[in-house]
Protein backbone atom coordinates (compact mmCIF):
# COMPACT_ATOMS: atom_id res chain seq x y z
CA UNK A 1 0.00 0.00 0.00
CA UNK A 2 1.65 3.37 -1.05
CA UNK A 3 2.42 5.27 2.68
CA UNK A 4 0.15 8.36 3.44
CA UNK A 5 1.39 11.56 2.11
CA UNK A 6 2.98 13.90 4.84
CA UNK A 7 1.60 16.86 3.47
CA UNK A 8 -1.46 17.13 0.90
CA UNK A 9 -1.59 20.96 -1.04
CA UNK A 10 -3.90 22.47 -3.60
CA UNK A 11 -2.45 24.53 -5.94
CA UNK A 12 -4.20 25.65 -9.36
CA UNK A 13 -3.53 23.30 -12.05
CA UNK A 14 -2.13 26.18 -14.78
CA UNK A 15 -1.53 23.49 -17.41
CA UNK A 16 -3.59 20.13 -16.35
CA UNK A 17 -1.91 16.74 -16.08
CA UNK A 18 -0.32 13.55 -14.07
CA UNK A 19 3.76 13.64 -12.79
CA UNK A 20 5.20 12.10 -10.12
CA UNK A 21 9.08 12.59 -9.24
CA UNK A 22 12.13 13.81 -6.74
CA UNK A 23 11.55 17.37 -5.96
CA UNK A 24 14.10 20.16 -7.04
CA UNK A 25 13.30 23.57 -5.13
CA UNK A 26 14.58 26.99 -5.30
CA UNK A 27 13.52 30.01 -3.71
CA UNK A 28 15.31 31.70 -6.83
CA UNK A 29 13.49 32.77 -10.24
CA UNK A 30 15.13 31.35 -13.13
CA UNK A 31 15.21 31.93 -16.99
CA UNK A 32 15.09 28.71 -18.85
CA UNK A 33 17.13 31.05 -21.69
CA UNK A 34 20.45 30.75 -20.90
CA UNK A 35 19.89 28.99 -17.74
CA UNK A 36 18.40 25.55 -18.95
CA UNK A 37 20.08 23.05 -21.06
CA UNK A 38 17.61 21.58 -23.03
CA UNK A 39 19.66 18.75 -24.34
CA UNK A 40 20.51 17.75 -20.72
CA UNK A 41 18.16 19.17 -18.44
CA UNK A 42 21.70 20.86 -16.26
CA UNK A 43 21.23 24.19 -15.06
CA UNK A 44 23.68 26.15 -16.51
CA UNK A 45 22.68 29.57 -15.11
CA UNK A 46 26.21 30.12 -13.15
CA UNK A 47 24.89 32.80 -10.70
CA UNK A 48 21.74 30.47 -9.81
CA UNK A 49 21.84 28.77 -6.33
CA UNK A 50 21.01 25.46 -8.19
CA UNK A 51 24.00 25.53 -10.91
CA UNK A 52 25.27 22.64 -12.01
CA UNK A 53 22.09 20.38 -10.73
CA UNK A 54 20.06 18.49 -13.04
CA UNK A 55 15.89 19.16 -13.10
CA UNK A 56 15.36 16.71 -16.20
CA UNK A 57 12.64 14.21 -14.62
CA UNK A 58 12.66 16.15 -11.29
CA UNK A 59 9.28 18.11 -9.71
CA UNK A 60 10.90 21.42 -10.44
CA UNK A 61 9.89 24.35 -8.00
CA UNK A 62 10.84 27.83 -7.97
CA UNK A 63 8.79 31.42 -7.48
CA UNK A 64 8.88 32.35 -11.30
CA UNK A 65 10.32 32.52 -14.56
CA UNK A 66 12.22 35.48 -15.82
CA UNK A 67 14.30 36.97 -18.86
CA UNK A 68 14.45 36.41 -22.40
CA UNK A 69 10.90 35.46 -23.69
CA UNK A 70 13.00 32.36 -25.40
CA UNK A 71 12.36 30.37 -22.31
CA UNK A 72 9.21 28.52 -24.00
CA UNK A 73 11.34 27.08 -26.84
CA UNK A 74 13.93 25.96 -24.66
CA UNK A 75 11.09 24.02 -22.27
CA UNK A 76 9.14 23.14 -25.72
CA UNK A 77 12.72 21.95 -26.67
CA UNK A 78 13.54 19.65 -23.49
CA UNK A 79 10.00 18.70 -23.49
CA UNK A 80 10.73 17.17 -27.06
CA UNK A 81 13.68 15.68 -26.09
CA UNK A 82 12.90 13.92 -22.90
CA UNK A 83 14.83 16.13 -20.38
CA UNK A 84 12.49 18.42 -19.01
CA UNK A 85 11.55 18.52 -15.61
CA UNK A 86 8.57 15.99 -14.69
CA UNK A 87 6.87 19.22 -13.61
CA UNK A 88 6.90 22.81 -12.57
CA UNK A 89 5.39 24.35 -9.47
CA UNK A 90 5.62 27.91 -9.55
CA UNK A 91 4.32 31.01 -6.88
CA UNK A 92 2.97 32.90 -10.31
CA UNK A 93 1.98 31.38 -13.11
CA UNK A 94 4.38 32.08 -15.83
CA UNK A 95 2.73 32.71 -19.44
CA UNK A 96 6.02 31.91 -20.92
CA UNK A 97 6.57 28.80 -19.56
CA UNK A 98 2.70 27.74 -20.00
CA UNK A 99 2.88 28.47 -23.32
CA UNK A 100 5.58 26.19 -23.81
CA UNK A 101 3.91 23.41 -22.19
CA UNK A 102 0.71 23.92 -24.24
CA UNK A 103 2.51 24.35 -27.63
CA UNK A 104 4.61 20.70 -26.93
CA UNK A 105 1.49 19.31 -26.04
CA UNK A 106 -0.55 20.88 -29.10
CA UNK A 107 2.58 19.73 -31.40
CA UNK A 108 4.00 16.48 -29.88
CA UNK A 109 1.18 15.14 -27.76
CA UNK A 110 3.37 14.89 -25.15
CA UNK A 111 3.62 17.90 -22.48
CA UNK A 112 4.46 18.68 -18.64
CA UNK A 113 1.83 19.42 -15.63
CA UNK A 114 2.57 23.48 -14.00
CA UNK A 115 0.98 24.07 -10.97
CA UNK A 116 0.37 27.62 -9.35
CA UNK A 117 1.43 27.14 -5.60
CA UNK A 118 0.63 29.80 -2.91
CA UNK A 119 3.81 31.00 -0.65
CA UNK A 120 2.92 29.13 2.10
CA UNK A 121 2.61 25.95 0.22
CA UNK A 122 5.81 26.83 -1.83
CA UNK A 123 7.19 27.40 1.80
CA UNK A 124 6.78 23.53 2.90
CA UNK A 125 8.65 22.32 -0.35
CA UNK A 126 12.08 20.92 0.20
CA UNK A 127 14.54 19.29 -2.33
CA UNK A 128 14.70 15.56 -2.17
CA UNK A 129 10.99 15.34 -1.39
CA UNK A 130 8.69 12.82 -3.68
CA UNK A 131 6.05 14.82 -4.57
CA UNK A 132 2.96 13.85 -7.07
CA UNK A 133 0.61 16.49 -8.47
CA UNK A 134 -2.51 15.37 -10.34
CA UNK A 135 -4.59 16.83 -12.88
CA UNK A 136 -6.80 19.17 -10.55
CA UNK A 137 -4.08 20.72 -8.98
CA UNK A 138 -3.35 18.72 -5.90
CA UNK A 139 0.22 18.30 -4.70
CA UNK A 140 1.02 15.44 -2.63
CA UNK A 141 4.29 15.40 -0.84
CA UNK A 142 6.11 12.31 0.77
CA UNK A 143 9.25 13.04 2.66
CA UNK A 144 12.22 12.47 0.64
CA UNK A 145 13.52 9.26 2.84
CA UNK A 146 10.13 7.29 2.62
CA UNK B 1 -15.61 30.42 -15.97
CA UNK B 2 -15.97 30.80 -19.84
CA UNK B 3 -13.80 32.08 -22.25
CA UNK B 4 -15.76 35.58 -23.59
CA UNK B 5 -15.34 34.98 -27.59
CA UNK B 6 -15.76 37.24 -30.42
CA UNK B 7 -17.86 35.69 -33.97
CA UNK B 8 -14.37 36.22 -35.67
CA UNK B 9 -12.78 34.05 -33.15
CA UNK B 10 -15.99 31.14 -33.42
CA UNK B 11 -14.82 31.50 -37.24
CA UNK B 12 -11.58 31.20 -37.02
CA UNK B 13 -11.66 28.52 -34.37
CA UNK B 14 -14.20 26.28 -36.70
CA UNK B 15 -11.21 26.47 -39.06
CA UNK B 16 -13.22 28.80 -41.27
CA UNK B 17 -10.47 30.96 -41.75
CA UNK B 18 -7.85 27.68 -42.26
CA UNK B 19 -5.89 25.31 -39.91
CA UNK B 20 -3.38 27.88 -39.28
CA UNK B 21 -5.64 30.34 -38.30
CA UNK B 22 -7.66 27.37 -35.76
CA UNK B 23 -4.34 26.24 -34.33
CA UNK B 24 -3.31 29.67 -33.58
CA UNK B 25 -6.29 31.07 -31.86
CA UNK B 26 -6.57 27.37 -29.80
CA UNK B 27 -3.08 27.92 -28.36
CA UNK B 28 -4.09 31.24 -27.82
CA UNK B 29 -7.38 30.67 -25.86
CA UNK B 30 -5.81 27.52 -24.12
CA UNK B 31 -2.98 30.46 -22.48
CA UNK B 32 -5.52 32.36 -21.57
CA UNK B 33 -7.61 29.69 -19.73
CA UNK B 34 -4.10 28.72 -17.81
CA UNK B 35 -3.83 32.09 -16.98
CA UNK B 36 -7.22 32.94 -15.68
CA UNK B 37 -7.68 35.17 -18.38
CA UNK B 38 -11.49 35.44 -19.76
CA UNK B 39 -11.31 38.07 -22.99
CA UNK B 40 -9.02 38.36 -26.07
CA UNK B 41 -7.85 42.02 -27.34
CA UNK B 42 -7.00 42.93 -30.82
CA UNK B 43 -3.56 43.86 -31.36
CA UNK B 44 -2.03 45.79 -34.13
CA UNK B 45 1.61 44.78 -34.65
CA UNK B 46 3.40 41.87 -33.73
CA UNK B 47 7.25 41.68 -32.89
CA UNK B 48 8.43 37.61 -33.45
CA UNK B 49 11.23 36.03 -30.96
CA UNK B 50 10.90 32.59 -32.09
CA UNK B 51 13.48 32.76 -34.67
CA UNK B 52 16.11 33.38 -31.52
CA UNK B 53 16.60 29.51 -30.45
CA UNK B 54 17.01 27.29 -33.40
CA UNK B 55 16.15 24.17 -32.38
CA UNK B 56 14.15 21.07 -34.59
CA UNK B 57 11.18 21.99 -31.88
CA UNK B 58 10.98 25.69 -33.55
CA UNK B 59 11.12 24.53 -36.51
CA UNK B 60 8.62 21.76 -36.33
CA UNK B 61 5.90 24.42 -35.12
CA UNK B 62 6.68 27.41 -37.73
CA UNK B 63 6.87 24.80 -40.49
CA UNK B 64 3.82 23.48 -39.90
CA UNK B 65 1.77 27.21 -39.67
CA UNK B 66 3.69 27.77 -42.95
CA UNK B 67 2.51 24.64 -44.36
CA UNK B 68 -0.52 25.22 -43.09
CA UNK B 69 -0.86 28.47 -45.58
CA UNK B 70 -1.00 30.67 -42.23
CA UNK B 71 -0.81 34.85 -43.63
CA UNK B 72 0.04 37.25 -40.43
CA UNK B 73 -2.53 39.94 -40.59
CA UNK B 74 -1.20 42.74 -38.62
CA UNK B 75 2.54 44.21 -39.41
CA UNK B 76 5.33 41.54 -38.05
CA UNK B 77 8.51 42.17 -37.62
CA UNK B 78 11.17 39.51 -36.99
CA UNK B 79 14.11 39.08 -34.22
CA UNK B 80 17.61 38.28 -34.41
CA UNK B 81 17.99 34.56 -35.13
CA UNK B 82 20.69 32.36 -34.53
CA UNK B 83 22.92 32.98 -37.56
CA UNK B 84 23.76 36.08 -40.55
CA UNK B 85 21.26 34.69 -42.92
CA UNK B 86 23.17 36.67 -46.25
CA UNK B 87 27.12 35.51 -44.82
CA UNK B 88 27.14 32.25 -42.69
CA UNK B 89 29.23 30.12 -45.02
CA UNK B 90 31.87 32.60 -44.66
CA UNK B 91 31.35 32.70 -40.96
CA UNK B 92 32.58 28.76 -40.23
CA UNK B 93 28.78 28.13 -39.64
CA UNK B 94 27.88 24.01 -39.59
CA UNK B 95 26.19 23.96 -43.17
CA UNK B 96 23.61 21.64 -41.46
CA UNK B 97 22.82 24.50 -39.50
CA UNK B 98 23.21 26.96 -41.88
CA UNK B 99 20.32 25.35 -44.28
CA UNK B 100 17.74 24.81 -41.07
CA UNK B 101 18.30 28.43 -39.92
CA UNK B 102 17.15 29.49 -43.96
CA UNK B 103 14.25 27.11 -43.89
CA UNK B 104 13.59 28.84 -40.50
CA UNK B 105 13.51 32.22 -42.10
CA UNK B 106 12.22 31.15 -45.29
CA UNK B 107 8.83 30.00 -43.52
CA UNK B 108 8.33 33.11 -41.60
CA UNK B 109 8.85 34.99 -45.19
CA UNK B 110 6.40 33.03 -46.74
CA UNK B 111 3.85 34.22 -44.26
CA UNK B 112 4.13 38.07 -44.82
CA UNK B 113 6.29 38.93 -42.17
CA UNK B 114 8.92 41.86 -42.65
CA UNK B 115 12.92 40.26 -42.71
CA UNK B 116 14.01 42.98 -40.16
CA UNK B 117 16.04 40.25 -38.24
CA UNK B 118 16.45 42.59 -35.06
CA UNK B 119 16.61 42.51 -31.47
CA UNK B 120 16.13 46.57 -32.12
CA UNK B 121 12.54 46.76 -33.63
CA UNK B 122 12.27 49.76 -32.27
CA UNK B 123 15.19 51.28 -33.95
CA UNK B 124 13.27 50.81 -37.48
CA UNK B 125 10.38 51.70 -38.94
CA UNK B 126 7.32 50.23 -37.27
CA UNK B 127 8.68 52.06 -33.83
CA UNK B 128 5.10 51.61 -32.05
CA UNK B 129 2.94 54.20 -31.02
CA UNK B 130 1.64 55.59 -27.35
CA UNK B 131 -0.86 53.61 -26.08
CA UNK B 132 -0.70 51.17 -29.35
CA UNK B 133 -1.30 47.26 -28.18
CA UNK B 134 1.21 44.94 -29.81
CA UNK B 135 2.08 42.06 -28.91
CA UNK B 136 6.31 41.55 -28.79
CA UNK B 137 8.72 39.32 -28.12
CA UNK B 138 12.38 39.66 -27.04
CA UNK B 139 12.72 41.09 -23.51
CA UNK B 140 14.59 44.05 -24.18
CA UNK B 141 12.44 45.19 -26.86
CA UNK B 142 9.13 44.85 -24.44
CA UNK B 143 10.68 46.80 -21.84
CA UNK B 144 11.56 49.75 -24.29
CA UNK B 145 8.28 48.94 -26.24
CA UNK B 146 6.36 49.79 -22.92
CA UNK B 147 8.69 52.22 -20.71
CA UNK B 148 9.90 54.26 -23.72
CA UNK B 149 7.78 53.92 -26.49
CA UNK B 150 4.52 53.96 -24.21
CA UNK B 151 2.92 51.06 -25.96
CA UNK B 152 1.49 48.42 -24.33
CA UNK B 153 2.67 44.77 -24.57
CA UNK B 154 3.45 42.14 -22.40
CA UNK B 155 6.49 39.94 -22.66
CA UNK B 156 5.66 37.37 -25.08
CA UNK B 157 6.39 34.12 -25.39
CA UNK B 158 8.18 32.35 -28.42
CA UNK B 159 5.44 31.47 -30.44
CA UNK B 160 2.47 32.86 -29.57
CA UNK B 161 4.14 35.94 -31.03
CA UNK B 162 2.89 33.96 -34.31
CA UNK B 163 0.21 32.77 -33.02
CA UNK B 164 -0.82 36.05 -32.27
CA UNK B 165 0.10 37.65 -35.55
CA UNK B 166 -1.54 34.69 -37.37
CA UNK B 167 -4.89 35.62 -35.28
CA UNK B 168 -4.58 39.61 -34.10
CA UNK B 169 -5.68 38.43 -30.84
CA UNK B 170 -3.77 38.34 -27.44
CA UNK B 171 -5.36 37.51 -24.16
CA UNK B 172 -6.32 40.41 -22.42
CA UNK B 173 -4.01 40.77 -19.59
CA UNK B 174 -1.04 42.66 -17.53
CA UNK B 175 0.43 45.11 -19.40
CA UNK B 176 -2.87 45.72 -21.66
CA UNK B 177 -4.58 46.85 -18.37
CA UNK B 178 -4.07 50.59 -17.15
CA UNK B 179 -3.78 48.97 -13.31
CA UNK B 180 -1.15 46.92 -14.21
CA UNK B 181 1.37 49.77 -15.40
CA UNK B 182 1.26 51.38 -11.97
CA UNK B 183 4.57 51.79 -10.55
CA UNK B 184 4.62 49.81 -7.39
CA UNK B 185 8.36 50.45 -6.26
CA UNK B 186 9.86 54.09 -6.14
CA UNK B 187 13.33 54.44 -6.58
CA UNK B 188 14.99 57.58 -5.24
CA UNK B 189 18.66 57.61 -7.29
CA UNK B 190 20.75 60.43 -4.67
CA UNK B 191 24.00 61.83 -5.06
CA UNK B 192 24.80 60.85 -8.41
CA UNK B 193 26.93 63.43 -9.73
CA UNK B 194 28.01 63.55 -13.50
CA UNK B 195 27.91 59.76 -13.04
CA UNK B 196 24.39 59.74 -14.24
CA UNK B 197 26.56 60.84 -17.73
CA UNK B 198 28.48 58.38 -17.38
CA UNK B 199 28.80 55.72 -20.34
CA UNK B 200 28.07 52.19 -18.47
CA UNK B 201 26.44 53.50 -15.64
CA UNK B 202 22.75 52.81 -17.55
CA UNK B 203 23.33 48.94 -17.91
CA UNK B 204 24.98 48.82 -14.57
CA UNK B 205 21.59 50.67 -13.09
CA UNK B 206 19.54 48.27 -15.42
CA UNK B 207 20.77 45.38 -13.72
CA UNK B 208 20.44 46.33 -10.54
CA UNK B 209 17.00 47.58 -11.35
CA UNK B 210 16.32 44.19 -12.60
CA UNK B 211 17.49 42.40 -9.37
CA UNK B 212 16.21 44.63 -6.73
CA UNK B 213 12.18 44.42 -8.28
CA UNK B 214 12.11 41.10 -10.50
CA UNK B 215 8.45 41.91 -12.47
CA UNK B 216 7.39 44.71 -10.39
CA UNK B 217 7.25 48.06 -12.44
CA UNK B 218 9.29 50.34 -11.05
CA UNK B 219 9.52 54.39 -10.93
CA UNK B 220 12.89 55.85 -10.39
CA UNK B 221 13.14 59.43 -9.67
CA UNK B 222 17.04 61.40 -10.03
CA UNK B 223 17.79 60.96 -13.83
CA UNK B 224 18.25 63.81 -15.76
CA UNK B 225 15.80 64.49 -18.75
CA UNK B 226 18.61 64.45 -21.56
CA UNK B 227 19.12 61.23 -21.04
CA UNK B 228 19.41 59.14 -24.39
CA UNK B 229 17.63 57.01 -26.12
CA UNK B 230 20.41 54.59 -26.22
CA UNK B 231 20.63 54.98 -22.24
CA UNK B 232 17.04 53.77 -22.04
CA UNK B 233 18.05 50.61 -24.03
CA UNK B 234 20.87 49.61 -22.07
CA UNK B 235 19.05 50.15 -18.71
CA UNK B 236 16.07 48.48 -20.26
CA UNK B 237 17.68 45.54 -21.62
CA UNK B 238 20.04 44.28 -18.56
CA UNK B 239 16.91 45.27 -16.06
CA UNK B 240 14.97 42.51 -18.59
CA UNK B 241 17.73 40.04 -18.62
CA UNK B 242 18.43 40.37 -14.53
CA UNK B 243 15.01 40.44 -13.40
CA UNK B 244 11.65 40.30 -15.20
CA UNK B 245 11.48 44.18 -16.12
CA UNK B 246 8.66 44.71 -19.00
CA UNK B 247 7.73 48.18 -18.15
CA UNK B 248 9.88 50.62 -15.78
CA UNK B 249 9.20 54.75 -15.59
CA UNK B 250 11.36 57.52 -14.92
CA UNK B 251 9.95 60.78 -13.32
CA UNK B 252 10.25 63.28 -16.09
CA UNK B 253 11.88 60.88 -18.89
CA UNK B 254 9.20 58.82 -20.05
CA UNK B 255 5.23 59.07 -21.26
CA UNK B 256 3.38 57.60 -18.31
CA UNK B 257 5.52 59.08 -15.92
CA UNK B 258 5.35 63.25 -16.44
CA UNK B 259 5.05 63.16 -12.71
CA UNK B 260 5.79 60.90 -9.71
CA UNK B 261 2.08 60.61 -8.93
CA UNK B 262 1.22 59.81 -12.66
CA UNK B 263 3.14 56.61 -12.11
CA UNK B 264 2.34 55.65 -9.00
CA UNK B 265 -1.30 56.40 -10.72
CA UNK B 266 -2.22 58.25 -7.18
CA UNK B 267 -1.51 55.93 -4.89
CA UNK B 268 1.10 54.99 -2.49
CA UNK B 269 4.33 52.88 -3.84
CA UNK B 270 4.73 49.44 -2.11
CA UNK B 271 8.24 49.95 -1.54
CA UNK B 272 10.63 52.53 -1.39
CA UNK B 273 14.33 52.69 -1.99
CA UNK B 274 17.16 54.51 -2.17
CA UNK B 275 20.63 53.88 -4.12
CA UNK B 276 23.52 55.96 -4.07
CA UNK B 277 26.79 55.56 -6.30
CA UNK B 278 28.03 52.53 -3.94
CA UNK B 279 24.85 50.46 -4.30
CA UNK B 280 25.68 50.71 -8.62
CA UNK B 281 28.98 50.60 -8.48
CA UNK B 282 28.22 47.07 -6.93
CA UNK B 283 26.05 46.51 -9.58
CA UNK B 284 28.91 47.51 -12.17
CA UNK B 285 31.60 45.07 -10.43
CA UNK B 286 28.44 42.16 -10.34
CA UNK B 287 28.95 42.30 -14.21
CA UNK B 288 32.32 41.08 -15.00
CA UNK B 289 33.99 37.98 -13.48
CA UNK B 290 36.85 37.95 -15.72
CA UNK B 291 39.78 38.98 -14.40
CA UNK B 292 42.09 42.38 -15.66
CA UNK B 293 44.87 41.24 -17.74
CA UNK B 294 43.57 37.59 -19.17
CA UNK B 295 43.69 37.01 -22.63
CA UNK B 296 41.12 37.84 -24.49
CA UNK B 297 39.28 35.88 -27.36
CA UNK B 298 36.81 38.44 -28.40
CA UNK B 299 34.46 41.40 -28.16
CA UNK B 300 31.29 41.35 -28.21
CA UNK B 301 29.43 44.52 -28.98
CA UNK B 302 25.51 44.86 -30.59
CA UNK B 303 23.65 43.34 -27.91
CA UNK B 304 20.39 44.83 -28.45
CA UNK B 305 22.12 45.32 -32.03
CA UNK B 306 23.85 48.46 -32.57
CA UNK B 307 22.06 51.51 -33.88
CA UNK B 308 23.37 54.64 -35.85
CA UNK B 309 25.34 56.13 -32.44
CA UNK B 310 26.56 53.32 -30.95
CA UNK B 311 28.42 52.89 -33.89
CA UNK B 312 29.60 56.56 -34.00
CA UNK B 313 30.96 55.89 -30.16
CA UNK B 314 32.98 53.04 -31.73
CA UNK B 315 34.06 54.94 -34.48
CA UNK B 316 35.71 57.98 -32.50
CA UNK B 317 36.81 55.28 -30.09
CA UNK B 318 38.62 53.73 -33.00
CA UNK B 319 40.19 56.69 -34.42
CA UNK B 320 41.44 57.68 -31.00
CA UNK B 321 44.24 55.16 -31.67
CA UNK B 322 47.54 55.42 -33.53
CA UNK B 323 47.08 55.44 -36.90
CA UNK B 324 46.79 51.67 -38.54
CA UNK B 325 46.25 50.38 -35.02
CA UNK B 326 44.72 46.96 -35.28
CA UNK B 327 43.06 44.49 -32.75
CA UNK B 328 45.53 41.64 -31.72
CA UNK B 329 45.27 38.52 -33.51
CA UNK B 330 44.03 36.65 -30.71
CA UNK B 331 41.16 38.56 -30.21
CA UNK B 332 37.84 38.66 -32.50
CA UNK B 333 36.09 41.54 -32.79
CA UNK B 334 32.68 41.32 -33.66
CA UNK B 335 29.52 43.78 -34.05
CA UNK B 336 26.04 42.68 -34.68
CA UNK B 337 23.45 45.02 -35.74
CA UNK B 338 20.39 45.19 -37.70
CA UNK B 339 20.60 45.39 -41.99
CA UNK B 340 19.11 48.31 -41.64
CA UNK B 341 21.44 50.16 -39.50
CA UNK B 342 24.22 48.02 -41.75
CA UNK B 343 23.12 49.79 -45.03
CA UNK B 344 22.95 52.89 -42.89
CA UNK B 345 26.06 52.93 -42.28
CA UNK B 346 27.51 50.95 -44.86
CA UNK B 347 27.47 53.95 -47.25
CA UNK B 348 28.47 56.47 -44.43
CA UNK B 349 31.89 57.98 -44.44
CA UNK B 350 34.67 56.22 -43.76
CA UNK B 351 33.33 54.07 -41.29
CA UNK B 352 33.50 50.38 -42.66
CA UNK B 353 36.73 51.29 -44.01
CA UNK B 354 37.84 52.07 -40.30
CA UNK B 355 35.76 49.16 -39.05
CA UNK B 356 37.74 46.22 -41.42
CA UNK B 357 41.02 48.44 -40.96
CA UNK B 358 40.82 47.55 -37.44
CA UNK B 359 40.17 44.00 -37.86
CA UNK B 360 36.64 44.53 -36.62
CA UNK B 361 33.83 42.16 -38.32
CA UNK B 362 30.26 43.06 -38.87
CA UNK B 363 27.46 40.88 -38.43
CA UNK B 364 23.44 41.32 -39.33
CA UNK B 365 20.75 39.05 -38.97
CA UNK B 366 21.89 37.75 -35.51
CA UNK B 367 23.33 37.95 -32.03
CA UNK B 368 27.12 37.88 -31.49
CA UNK B 369 26.10 34.95 -28.88
CA UNK B 370 24.98 32.71 -31.16
CA UNK B 371 26.54 30.95 -33.96
CA UNK B 372 29.05 34.21 -34.92
CA UNK B 373 30.78 32.99 -31.79
CA UNK B 374 29.18 29.72 -30.20
CA UNK B 375 31.28 27.28 -33.00
CA UNK B 376 34.38 28.76 -32.31
CA UNK B 377 36.93 26.04 -30.57
CA UNK B 378 38.74 28.38 -28.23
CA UNK B 379 36.18 30.93 -26.21
CA UNK B 380 37.04 31.01 -22.93
CA UNK B 381 37.11 35.25 -22.54
CA UNK B 382 34.75 37.82 -23.88
CA UNK B 383 34.53 41.39 -23.10
CA UNK B 384 30.86 43.53 -23.90
CA UNK B 385 29.76 46.80 -23.56
CA UNK B 386 26.49 44.98 -22.68
CA UNK B 387 24.37 44.20 -19.42
CA UNK B 388 22.71 41.90 -21.07
CA UNK B 389 25.68 39.86 -22.92
CA UNK B 390 27.59 40.47 -19.63
CA UNK B 391 24.83 38.82 -17.60
CA UNK B 392 23.91 35.98 -20.50
CA UNK B 393 27.10 35.26 -21.81
CA UNK B 394 28.96 32.80 -19.07
CA UNK B 395 25.71 30.47 -19.17
CA UNK B 396 25.66 30.83 -23.20
CA UNK B 397 28.61 30.77 -24.17
CA UNK B 398 30.45 29.04 -21.10
CA UNK B 399 32.82 31.75 -20.90
CA UNK B 400 34.20 34.38 -18.58
CA UNK B 401 33.21 38.04 -18.90
CA UNK B 402 34.25 41.53 -18.49
CA UNK B 403 31.92 44.53 -18.82
CA UNK B 404 33.67 48.16 -19.78
CA UNK B 405 33.03 51.35 -21.75
CA UNK B 406 33.23 50.88 -25.59
CA UNK B 407 36.94 52.83 -25.35
CA UNK B 408 38.06 49.69 -23.03
CA UNK B 409 36.89 47.03 -25.34
CA UNK B 410 38.78 49.14 -27.94
CA UNK B 411 41.81 49.16 -26.07
CA UNK B 412 41.35 45.82 -24.64
CA UNK B 413 41.15 44.29 -28.21
CA UNK B 414 44.25 45.78 -29.11
CA UNK B 415 46.17 44.56 -26.10
CA UNK B 416 44.35 41.12 -26.78
CA UNK B 417 44.19 41.51 -23.16
CA UNK B 418 41.52 42.83 -20.25
CA UNK B 419 41.88 46.27 -19.67
CA UNK B 420 39.39 48.21 -17.59
CA UNK B 421 40.56 51.79 -16.88
CA UNK B 422 37.38 53.61 -18.39
CA UNK B 423 35.12 53.19 -15.04
CA UNK B 424 32.34 55.89 -14.46
CA UNK B 425 33.88 55.58 -10.72
CA UNK B 426 37.28 56.75 -11.39
CA UNK B 427 36.27 59.74 -13.58
Known sequence: MEPIARIVLRARPVVSGVAEGQALVSSESISFWGGYDPTTGEIVDRRHELSGQNAAGRVFAFPHGRGSSTASAVLIESIRLGKAPAALILATADSILSLGAIIADEMYGRSIPIVELNAEGMGRLKTGDRIRIDADGTVSVWDGRV | MGMTLSP????????????????????????????????????????????????????????????????????????MGPMDLRRWADQGVDPEKGAQGGRLAAAYESMGCVPTWTCAPYEGYLTPRFGQAIAWGESNAVAYANAVCGART??????????????????????????????????RLRDLGDLVAAEGFYAALGHHLGAAVGEQVPVIEGLPSYISNTDLKALGAAAASAGGVALYHIVGVTPEAPTLEAALQGRAPERTVEWTADDLKMAWQDLTHAEDGAPLDAVGLGCPHYSFH?????????????????????????????????????????WMPVLKAFGAVVVSDTCVMYEPLSHRAKLDVLMTDS????????????????????????????EGRILRKDTPWNR
Not at chain 2, 164 to 175: F, K, N, V
Not at chain 2, 310 to 332: M, V
Open chain 2, 387 to 414: GKCAYYSPGELQVQTAFGTVRDCVLSAV
Open chain 2, 154 to 187: NRVADYLDICIALTGRAPRSGLYLDENRRATVQI
Open chain 2, 8 to 79: SDREMLSGARGEAARLALSIITRLAEALAVDELIDVTQVHIDGCGFLSQAGLDIVERLADFGGRVVVPTTLN
Open chain 2, 310 to 350: EFARLIEAIRALPPETRCHERTTFLIATSRQTEALIAGYQD
